[in-house]
């Protein structure tokens, strides 16, 4: 059962849809076409009603990340650590939980915060879209591999520049993960990590 108030709750049951959507091409159109109704059919018409379920689909070209509510804002806030090895989201997310300036700077302009964090642009000319979560909101964030696995598109198109930038991993591996490449064969993987950051 879902438990708007628990972190782990949250990201395990919208884990769940997306592995569903995944692997079933008829669950991710109806998560797509109607995701209140998906929700319902999950939680049941009760516990649904005043929770939202907005869907976004990640594609080659658009990157989202999200972030998710946390209900341990704003007491816990000062126990937040970003660790070195946490992805360009974790940072980001973790730093906008920690500040609201840094929060509001983030989803006003996430290529620029993006630059000052980490010293590089978006590769690709991809377009990163922040969202944010709320309470009764949950923002479900489809990966890639399922866009182009419906489109029956070859994810492993990359240009010259990436497959380049992409023996050292960082930003463009994780961004190839992002997007359902594995950044060490170049090649379409299998549903990457597209739920929200964890405490």
Known sequence: MLDLNSIDSREDFKWDLISRAFKDPEFSSSLKEDPHSVLEQELGRDVARGITLAVHQESPKDIYFLINYN???????GQIKVEPDDNPEAVLVKKAWKDPEYRKELLADPHDKFLQEFGSPIPGGRTLRVLEEDRDQLHLILP??????????DASALTDQDLEQVSGGGIVGWI??????????HTGSSCSSASGVRG
């Open 176 to 185: 190839l993960k992002k997007i359902g490449i594995d950044p060490y064969t």
């Open 144 to 153: 890639a591999a399922i866009h182009v696995q419906e489109l029956g598109q």
């Open 71 to 77: 209900p341990d804002l704003p007491q816990k806030a």
